[in-house]
């Protein structure tokens, strides 16, 4: 599916004396199958843009179109291509209601008009999906969940709707690294093998390096920055600009290039980093 | 210096320590989970120490965190806060005010209109005299960088600076211990730099600290770690110690592993580490622990310089 964002702005609480302006103007086209990052500093307007894309804010000004149905056409029923957009929020955990974890995640495949049979293999799948033992999990009250746990079942509910736009804002955050990595995992899986289009909101600007093609960099309300992830992780100083940090091994190679060694600073993978380093000890005589 | 010293004095008082004792903990509606969500864990948390609590989701680092204040009390053993045991209720406010508790979500745990106010609502609970709850308050605020602010409303704060009136307002109170559940998880890189700092700081001056985190580059900075599996005690020793133990290839390369070691596949180390490891293997003399980045940068560079 592919996702255009035309002009959009958006305003918080207009006419307010905290009215805040979260996004500005901003324009970005996502094709379908395309795996995009998406950074900035806190309070650049990422949430707010996701929550735009996927129709549960209206824009103030400006269009979202998926596969050239305009969202925000409020004369059409736009719910059907709503629902194929599924947004991870951002803290989802906040938003677990039912009182069993299987109920939570069943009620958008529910939704769907999945028959109940359907219904239930779903929720299978996707707390497997998210690795929680199903026998262990699908009784449970939500509310006595451990902090991680909480977050992988609002990922399973949202995985449920076998969604063809996959957002996730922050999505790791509070998992621990095995949790991460089979999370990180299972999004790849989905956008290689289904084609899945994925919107990935992080502040691990390491997670984006190793996941995305795409990096789009925001900075108060506007785009601030956007290109191929190694061209973008390649310039330090115009992303201090925009109030963002290379990634770790790239920060190294840089403060090593300043200090006269010469590397190059997009690698990203710490093997090809520790065989670059080595070469250059070497050559240095170390 | 004099100043200062006063300032936390308190902390001087007696000898501090916390000591769990066989402690399991089973939650009364656990459902289908483990029955133990902590299990015969026995430790001693000294002054000055700087714990940090590592362990997957569900492990039961927040259950432990819990346990030390008095929030959850032991189904099995006992804990003891300076000598007083978490299960004598008389003990109970004595113990919450020495042991501080700042968790994950900033928005949860600020209840003020304006910074100060928010600061000043734990110490006005105690019924502690309005100018000592002044001079407290602004204290606090300055120890964690925020007397700029006292005015503001919290909700107009970044999560960095909302996290650390937290932090402040726990330090008011005058704990010698504090119990940190992922302060910095929702922040960031910025916002966590900045808690984390503050953190640091508090440990400097002689505030015990149990910091609770999924990331191994702030663990790397305690003094001693603890990882959990399953609510049972996994390793405890030095940062350096579990470095040592876990291979560059990172833990899916877990290949000749004793199973003590493989216990712990859950635990990443940070990019940085790796690339050490790796360059140490490759026969580059480095000293065996980089906790940071800015060290392993600074000790190619005077390899390089010296050859
Ligand atoms: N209120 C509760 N009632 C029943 N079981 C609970 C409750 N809170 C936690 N548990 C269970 O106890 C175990 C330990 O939970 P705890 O919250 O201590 O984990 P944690 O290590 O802090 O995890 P995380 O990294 O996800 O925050 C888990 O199996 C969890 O499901
Ligand atoms: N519900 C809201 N009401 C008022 N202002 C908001 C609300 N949500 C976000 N904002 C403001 O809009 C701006 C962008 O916020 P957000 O989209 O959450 O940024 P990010 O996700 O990049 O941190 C910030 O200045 C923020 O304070
Ligand atoms: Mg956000
Ligand atoms: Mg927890």
């Known amino acids: 599916?592919?996702?255009?964002?035309?002009?959009?702005?958006?305003?918080?609480?207009?006419?307010?004396?905290?009215?805040?302006?979260?996004?500005?103007?901003?324009?970005?086209?996502?094709?379908?199958?395309?795996?995009?990052?998406?950074?900035?500093?806190?309070?650049?307007?990422?949430?707010?843009?996701?929550?735009?894309?996927?129709?549960?804010?209206?824009?103030?000004?400006?269009?979202?179109?998926?596969?050239?149905?305009?969202?925000?056409?409020?004369r059409k029923p736009v719910w059907k291509a709503r629902l194929q957009v599924g947004l991870v929020f951002q803290f989802p955990e906040s938003q677990l209601f039912a009182e069993t974890v299987a109920e939570d995640i069943a009620f958008g495949p529910r939704n769907l008009g999945l028959d109940r049979q359907e219904v239930s293999k779903r929720v299978e799948e996707s707390l497997l999906k998210v690795g929680l033992e199903p026998a262990l999990f699908r009784q449970r009250s939500p509310f006595t969940l451990s902090g991680g746990e909480k977050r992988l079942v609002a990922i399973a509910?949202?995985?449920?709707?076998?969604?063809?736009?996959?957002?996730?804002?922050?999505?790791?955050?509070?998992?621990?690294?095995?949790?991460?990595?089979?999370?990180?995992?299972?999004?790849?899986?989905?956008?290689?093998?289904?084609?899945?289009?994925v919107i990935m909101v992080s502040h691990d600007m390491d997670e984006i390096a190793s996941l995305v093609e795409r990096v789009v960099v925001l900075k108060g309300g506007r785009i601030c920055r956007q290109g191929q992830t190694t061209e973008v992780f390649s310039d330090e100083e115009s992303l201090a600009g925009c109030g963002i940090r290379l990634?770790?091994?790239?920060?190294?190679?840089?403060?090593?290039?300043?200090?006269?060694?010469?590397?190059?600073v997009s690698i990203f993978d710490v093997q090809e980093a520790a065989r670059l380093i080595a070469q250059e000890c070497h050559r240095g005589a170390v | 210096m004099a100043q200062r010293w006063r300032s936390w004095s308190w902390l001087s008082k007696q000898v501090l320590e916390i000591v769990l004792k066989g402690v399991s903990y089973s939650y009364p509606d656990s459902g289908a989970s483990p029955v133990y969500a902590l299990s015969s864990l026995t430790l001693e948390v000294k002054a000055g120490d700087f714990l940090c609590i590592l362990g997957p989701n569900g492990s039961g680092k927040s259950t432990l965190g819990r346990l030390f204040n008095a929030l959850l009390l032991p189904t099995e053993g006992s804990v003891q806060?300076?000598?007083?045991?978490t299960r004598n209720a008389a003990f109970l406010w004595k113990i919450r005010t020495r042991v501080g508790m700042v968790f994950q979500n900033p928005d949860n745990q600020i209840v003020g209109t304006i910074v100060e106010e928010d600061i000043a609502f734990g110490l006005e609970n105690l019924g502690i005299p309005p100018n000592e709850i002044r001079a407290r308050v602004d204290w606090a605020m300055e120890k964690v960088g925020i007397s700029n602010y006292a005015k503001h409303p919290p909700n107009l704060l970044s999560g960095g600076q909302k996290q650390r009136v937290a932090i402040a307002g726990v330090l008011a109170m005058k704990p010698s211990y504090i119990v940190l559940d992922e302060p910095t998880s929702l922040l960031d890189p910025k916002g966590r730099e900045e808690a984390l700092r503050t953190i640091q700081e508090l440990h400097k001056e002689g505030i015990t600290l149990i910091l609770i985190t999924h990331r191994m580059e702030e663990a790397m900075s305690a003094s001693r770690l603890l990882v959990l599996e399953k609510g049972k005690l996994a390793f405890l020793g030095t940062p350096a110690q579990l470095v040592e133990e876990l291979p560059a290839g990172g833990c899916q390369a877990a290949g000749g592993w004793n199973d003590e070691l493989r216990r712990h596949a859950h635990l990443d180390l940070p990019p940085a580490i790796r690339l050490a490891q790796l360059l140490r293997e490759g026969?580059?003399?480095?000293?065996?622990?980089?906790?940071?980045?800015?060290?392993?940068?600074?000790?190619?560079?005077?390899?390089?310089?010296?050859?």
């Open chain 2, 283 to 307: 026969g580059i003399p480095l000293p065996p622990f980089l906790p940071r980045p800015e060290d392993l940068v600074r000790t190619l560079c005077a390899l390089k310089r010296s050859a």
């Open chain 1, 247 to 264: 990634p770790t091994i790239p920060q190294i190679l840089s403060s090593l290039g300043r200090a006269g060694w010469r590397l190059p």
């Open chain 2, 81 to 85: 806060v300076d000598g007083m045991d």
């Open chain 1, 1 to 74: 599916m592919r996702i255009e964002a035309e002009r959009l702005t958006y305003i918080y609480g207009p006419g307010l004396p905290w009215e805040k302006r979260a996004l500005d103007d901003l324009s970005l086209r996502i094709e379908e199958g395309e795996f995009v990052g998406l950074v900035g500093e806190t309070g650049s307007g990422k949430s707010t843009l996701v929550q735009l894309l996927n129709g549960i804010l209206r824009p103030t000004s400006g269009r979202v179109l998926l596969d050239g149905v305009d969202l925000t056409d409020r």
């Open chain 1, 157 to 197: 509910g949202i995985l449920a709707m076998c969604p063809r736009v996959l957002i996730v804002d922050e999505v790791t955050a509070g998992l621990d690294p095995r949790g991460k990595r089979d999370i990180l995992t299972r999004i790849k899986l989905l956008h290689r093998n289904e084609r899945t289009t």
